[in-house]
């Protein structure tokens, strides 16, 4: 049966393992957290193009790809 004496060491021996643990290892306080700079990239917008299937194998590529090397393929080299 837990009485109130076993509870408070239970309790006590909780407490003193968490102390001993953060004694040993204390936070990383001293290292300063960096935000990232913001890159100029970033800014950019990405230019996004509609892909369209292919004739010949049927795999979508970019309007302004070039050409997969494929036999028959109608994308410009």
Same mark, same amino acid.
């Given at each position: 049966m837990i009485t109130l &004496?076993? *509870?408070?060491l239970i309790v006590l021996l909780i407490a003193a393992v968490w102390v001993a643990f953060r004694w040993r290892n204390p936070p990383a306080r $001293? +290292? &300063? %957290? %960096? %935000?990232?700079a @913001? $890159?100029?990239r970033a800014a950019q917008q990405t230019a996004v193009?509609? *892909?369209t299937a292919c004739r010949?194998?049927? @795999?979508? +590529?970019? @309007?302004? @790809?070039r050409g997969c090397g494929k036999p028959g393929c109608p994308q410009p080299l």
């Open positions: &004496p076993k *509870l408070l $001293s +290292v &300063p %957290r %960096r %935000r990232p @913001a $890159s100029p193009e509609d *892909l010949v194998c049927g @795999a979508y +590529v970019a @309007a302004t @790809a």
